[in-house]
């Protein structure tokens, strides 16, 4: 059974740090590309970062210079730094994995707040 399983979160002050794991389990087969992605309260789910088995990155334009993904693939872990938060960035962080010809599996969430 695939299982995504995310930590890290907490209650922060502005201008802090915080580095979100997410180990993936349960997995016969390759894993393309792993990501995340938040929901802030009353607002829709949007990408955070993501990084393919290759290593080529993207980030959302408004995050770009404070978070920091990378992955470990012999772990099946990806992580996230995150610094110089903001209140803003008050979200439940939720990652995912591409697997190969099976399809994206999600973790349940790790909630993420920032303090002004």
């Known amino acids: 059974q695939v299982q995504l399983v995310e930590s890290g979160g907490g209650l922060v002050q502005a201008g802090g740090s915080l580095r979100l794991s997410c180990a993936a389990s349960g997995i016969s087969r390759s894993i393309n590309t792993m990501g995340w992605c938040r929901q802030a309260p009353g607002k829709q789910r949007e990408l955070v970062a993501l990084?393919?088995?290759?290593?080529?990155?993207n980030y959302a334009d408004s995050l770009k210079g404070r978070f920091t993904i990378s992955r470990d693939n012999a772990k099946n872990t990806v992580y996230l730094q995150m610094n110089s938060l903001k209140p803003e960035d008050t979200a439940v962080y939720y990652c995912?994995?591409?697997?190969?010809?099976?399809?994206?599996?999600w973790g349940k969430g790790t909630l993420v707040t920032v303090s002004s």
């Open positions: 990084i393919t088995s290759g290593g080529n990155i």
């Open positions: 995912y994995a591409d697997i190969t010809l099976i399809g994206r599996y």
